[in-house]
């Protein structure tokens, strides 16, 4: 990847200095990155569900799975089977909760953050040589800004302008 320091020097459409809209740069890198975690996750034995059930429960001990679901913006009866799945090879543990039996909570067991860790690791090393075309301070502000934009609560909804 070719090194970049000039702002300026970023391809542009459009009116003169006009940036690419953000989901336009975005979303084939994440598609890229998402790619380039394929062969890491299969090495693991996982499933882009499971790491993310793993992942979250990681931010949170202990949940219900439908607020699990939600979490991972995933249908709360399909991830059942990847439920069962992380259950069966002792990576979470599911337990009716005291308060209302009807309801399962679901955390992590100490192999299932083992994992979860090492495949962690694994993603970043890459993810670290995709960042290594940066220089230093970008790549610092660029992980900074995205570790920002991931912390907002909700994504509200682009209202278009009355102008248009």
């Known amino acids: 990847m070719p090194e970049h320091t000039d702002p300026a020097d970023t391809p542009t459409t459009g009116p003169a200095g006009a940036r690419p809209d953000l989901a336009a740069m975005l979303v084939p890198l994440s598609r890229a990155l998402v790619d380039a975690e394929r062969p890491v996750l299969d090495a693991h034995g996982l499933t882009m569900w499971a790491y993310s059930v793993l992942l979250r429960l990681d931010a949170t001990p202990i949940r219900t799975q439908a607020a699990l679901a939600e979490a991972i913006r995933a249908d709360k009866t399909r991830i059942i089977p990847v439920l ?10 599911r337990r009716p909760d005291p308060a209302d039996r009807r309801v399962r909570l679901v955390s992590l067991t100490p192999e299932g953050r083992r994992l979860r860790d090492a495949v962690r690791a694994d993603i970043q090393r890459g993810e670290e040589r995709l960042l290594a075309g940066l220089p230093a301070a970008d790549r610092k502000g660029f992980v900074r800004g995205l570790l920002a934009l991931h912390a907002l609560p909700e994504i509200p909804p682009h209202q278009p302008s009355s102008d248009a």
């Not at 069962?84 to 543990?93: A, F, K, V, W």
């Open 84 to 93: 069962d799945d992380l259950e069966s090879r002792g990576l979470i543990r």
